[in-house]
């Protein structure tokens, strides 16, 4: 379903209006490599500019990423399960084994960090799953918000819990 690349600078963002704030969306020639959601445009590139701290010069260009980008919107807008989109993105070989695992996860369900970690083999390494979802440079692609507490609490999110519960609340509707 996705192929992960080897992350290189990003050549291209943009920041456009999305369900939850604003979203800004960054890839390279071979795939999207970040993500973010936020309310402010300059803290949300901001926050590109300090995750790739050797790409001087990236450029805002609605045109050669728009196709990307409204992927995810539609993916936010309900329209579809999941944003399917080739990947850019460095990881660890636990990371991309977790990743994997989310992305399994279908639209409307959810696991706990700990049942992750089982299907992986990793006893107790609910953990080490938690780190993996909060390193997710891509995480509407990446679904981390699918990952819960063992007492089904909703964890932690990048986002905030409000985006987290609203994207838990949208695709519970949605059909796979």
């Not at 309310?39 to 790739?52: G, W, Y």
């Not at 944003?83 to 959810?110: H, K, M, N, S, Y």
């Amino acid at each position: 379903m996705f192929e992960f690349m080897f992350q290189a600078k990003p050549d291209t963002f943009d920041v456009v209006d999305s369900p939850l704030g604003r979203l800004l969306v960054a890839a390279t020639a071979k795939g999207l490599c970040f993500l973010s959601l936020g309310n402010d445009d300059e803290a949300l590139v901001e926050e590109l500019r300090r995750e790739f701290p050797q790409a001087e010069s990236i450029t805002r260009d609605r045109h050669s990423i728009a196709q990307s980008v409204a992927v995810v919107i539609d993916y936010l807008e309900g329209k579809t399960p999941h944003a399917e989109l080739p990947l850019d993105v460095q990881a660890t070989a636990f990371q991309r084994r977790v990743w994997q695992e989310l992305i399994a996860i279908p639209c409307g369900e959810t696991r706990t960090y700990s049942e992750i970690a089982e299907s992986l083999g990793v006893p107790r390494g609910q953990r080490a799953v938690g780190r993996a979802c909060a390193t997710n440079p891509v995480s509407l692609v990446i679904p981390c918000h699918r990952a819960l507490r063992e007492d089904g609490g909703l964890g932690g999110y990048r986002w905030g819990m409000e985006r987290k519960a609203a994207l838990l609340e949208s695709e519970a509707d949605r059909p796979e």
